[in-house]
């Protein structure tokens, strides 16, 4: 079989993808990228862009709902159109992809090849009946949800948020099996369309990766608009009850089964990894299949690198989009860019959002550092009081020596956006005090961190 050969090749058209497809062609390279499913991704197709578009539409049955709080009225009960709810999420996914697609067509030298990508060599992948080789291949595969094997699984039906965010129907009870990030955030906005909803985690609280409090006050928000939350679930099984499914829970046999219509797993996620024919490349991969990189990306193949949810150095659209920044910058720029330089910040689109950003209080405690902490409830911040959502916190916490903020939370109203002010500060690598003097612009959330800061006091 003859080989085409290209500068450079690109599986995967997900975020740092056509990105990175995009440097490459202003840099005078000719570029293969190679897509076997939707351009875009995760994030444009089954992620970040249709549930968030889900999650507006669930604020704003909310919100109606509260009209009473804001000195308005609806009459009758909230009709929720899901098919109208399902096409509004439809058409960001599809104009958004339609952009990526009009993007990648425009670049002169760059090609789109539609296929399933096998490695046949360090440098040869075969695709679509051919193959094409090029000294530098970036792989940018991203992941898929993790249907573990659990007694009855398949047995029953369930879905996982690629089916979520096509789902036209409003479940009459819907289990959500997993108690981190996507689950709850499809946990609370069909709560919201008007499902009975639980949540069932293995762990004894929700989002344990999170500090205590932070968990107990998402549970709380949760609970609060009458979601059902089980945590240790020690005996997670299923079977069918009549037209709908019933899910253990604990072993101890006194515990009442959750039954559901619907039941979304939301236990993980894992690389696309499985079938690329890494081996045949020498590629090295961990345990869990997910491409072993340096700090500057790259495989232990030289002139191979792994960008984005396949390597397992980041799980968000902009670590990936990250991934693309410092490979482009060192292949391209002359710089040194490395992944170890990243501070990754996150958020959590249950309502009101958490924002995040460095270490959490636990993880701060056993660096063995002097700390100071502050906290402060969203009843104290003015402009929560004046948009009557007052539930949740702020919190920082510093170190006393270096004077420089180790980690973050804002939960509450607009902590997603306000924690980019701490973010920006720990990028810059600066001291706390930095702030004591700024004038932040009232009323926001973030006009309120100054105030934080200045409240840090040594850590109990």
């Known amino acids: 079989m003859s080989a085409r050969a290209f500068d450079a090749i690109i599986i995967g058209a997900g975020q740092a993808g056509p990105s990175l497809a995009g440097r490459l062609n202003d840099a005078g390279m000719r570029v293969a990228i190679i897509e076997r499913h ?9 992620g970040c862009k249709p549930t968030k578009t889900l999650v507006a539409s669930a604020y704003a049955v ?52 539609r296929g399933h990508a096998r490695f046949a060599g360090p440098n040869t992948v075969e695709v679509a009946g051919e193959q094409l080789t090029a000294p530098r291949i970036f792989i940018n595969v991203g992941g898929r949800a993790v249907v573990p094997d659990m007694p009855g699984l398949g047995d029953v039906p369930v879905l996982t948020n690629t089916d979520m965010v096509a789902l036209e129907v409003l479940p009459r009870h819907l289990v959500v099996v997993g108690g981190s990030y ?3 955030e499809f946990a609370q906005m069909y709560r919201r369309f008007g499902a009975e909803v639980t ?4 762990s004894d609280r929700l989002i344990a990766r999170e500090d205590p409090d932070v968990s107990a006050e998402v549970r709380a928000i949760l609970e609060r608009e009458g979601i059902t939350v089980r945590t240790g679930a020690d005996c997670i099984g299923f079977a069918r009850n009549g037209d709908e499914i019933s899910v253990s829970v604990h072993c101890d046999g006194n515990s009442a089964p959750a039954i559901g219509s619907h039941v979304l ?26 491409i072993a990189v340096d700090d500057r990306l790259q495989t232990n193949v030289p002139g191979v690198y792994a960008l984005g949810d396949c390597n397992g150095r980041g799980a968000f659209t902009h670590t990936a989009y990250n991934d693309f920044e410092i490979v482009a910058a060192n292949l391209l720029d002359g710089e040194d860019r490395r992944v170890t330089h990243r501070l990754t910040g996150y958020a959590l689109y249950i309502d009101p ?10 993880e701060a405690a056993r660096s063995g550092r002097r700390l100071l902490h502050a906290k402060r409830a969203m009843t104290r911040v003015g402009r929560a009081v004046e948009k009557a959502e007052t539930q949740g916190f702020m919190k920082v916490i510093a170190d006393a020596d270096t004077r420089r903020i180790l980690g973050a939370a804002i939960l509450g109203t607009g902590g997603d956006e306000a924690i980019h002010g701490i973010l ?24 309120l961190i100054p105030t934080v800061l200045l409240d840090l006091r040594p850590a109990t």
Request: with cysteine; charged share 25%; aromatic share 4%.
């Open 38 to 46: 939707l351009v875009g991704g995760t994030c444009v197709n089954t």
């Open 62 to 113: 909310h919100t109606a709902r509260r009209g009473g709080d804001y000195g308005f009225a609806v009459e009758g009960p909230i009709q929720i159109d899901m098919p109208a709810v399902a096409a509004r999420a439809r058409k960001v996914i599809l104009d958004s992809r339609a952009g990526n697609e009009a993007w990648l067509a425009g670049m002169a030298r760059v090609e789109l090849i």
């Open 182 to 184: 996507i689950g709850l």
């Open 199 to 202: 949540i069932v985690e293995r």
């Open 265 to 290: 797993m939301a236990v993980g996620r894992r690389p696309n990894t499985d079938d690329l024919g890494l081996d045949a490349a020498g590629i090295d991969v961990d345990a869990r299949g997910y």
């Open 353 to 362: 959002p958490l924002g995040r950003i460095g270490m959490t209080e636990a």
């Open 424 to 447: 920006d500060m720990m990028n810059a690598d600066q001291p706390f005090d930095t702030l004591r003097w700024a004038v932040p612009i009232h009323p926001t959330v973030s006009e």
